[in-house]
């Protein structure tokens, strides 16, 4: 599972409805594939609070379970807000 801002937890694929031939790169026998594909996505209302628990905390990021799906969910640094705010 992944948060992608501005589109929510990324639960699942939930199927390819495209894929391009692949092309490989010259010299270095990787393949590209363009793939156009839908997710089920989970994206809370603005506000919405989540029940969870934090697994893990390092320099890079907050691992952390909700109780809503299985697996854990990684916020990187870079998204964590480190001022005080309130809940409007």
């Not at 092309?23 to 919405?48: A, Q, S």
């Not at 609070?49 to 697996?71: A, E, F, H, K, P």
């Not at 990187?76 to 809940?87: D, K, V």
Request: aromatic letters at 8%.
């Amino acid at each position: 599972m992944k948060v992608i801002q501005k589109i929510g937890l990324c639960i699942c694929l939930w199927d390819i409805t495209w894929a391009s031939e692949g092309l490989i790169g010259h010299g270095t026998g990787l393949v590209n594939v363009n793939v156009e594909f839908r997710l089920v996505v989970f994206r809370p209302f603005k506000n919405e609070v989540l029940q969870g628990r934090i697994t893990s905390c390092t320099q890079d990021g907050i691992n952390s379970m909700y109780y809503l799906v299985s697996g854990s969910v990684t916020s990187p640094a870079n998204n964590i807000i480190t001022s005080p705010h309130r809940l409007l």
